[in-house]
Nanobody, 115 residues
Framework: QVQLVESGGGLVQPGGSLRLSCAAS????????MGWYRQAPGKQRELVAR???????NYADSVKGRFTISRDNAKNTVYLRMNSLKPEDTAVYYC?????????WGRGTQVTVSS
């Protein structure tokens, strides 16, 4: 069994910053990548950023230069540092873990960017 627990969401003003964390526990092995997706009301879930086992990363064009994904392999934890937040970044952010035996999702954490 695999559990992903996200934390760090909240309400922030435009231009502000947040750091999301996602801790994976359980039967964790053969990780391919870990990442973050988001879903805004009325929209499809979309990739925000992910980091691969070799530490390569990719980002959605909308967050490049503002968001940074990183990982602590010893803790099976992935982070998303979000700077210069915009109202359009408002969404539920979901952690995703892809292993050789399948992919897994967290329950999500709300990020609201509003003045």
């Amino acid at each position: 069994q695999v559990q992903l627990v996200e934390s760090g969401g909240g309400l922030v003003q435009p231009g502000g910053s947040l750091r999301l964390s996602c801790a994976a526990s359980g039967s964790i092995f053969s990780i391919i990548n870990m990442g973050w997706y988001r879903q805004a009301p009325g929209k499809q879930r979309e990739l925000v950023a992910r980091i691969f086992s070799g530490d390569s990363t990719n980002y959605a064009d909308s967050v490049k230069g503002r968001f940074t994904i990183s990982r602590d392999n010893a803790k099976n934890t992935v982070y998303l540092r979000m700077n210069s937040l915009k109202p359009e970044d408002t969404a539920v952010y979901y952690c995703n873990l892809v292993m050789s035996r399948g992919d897994f999702w967290g329950r999500g954490t709300q990020v609201t960017v509003s003045s």
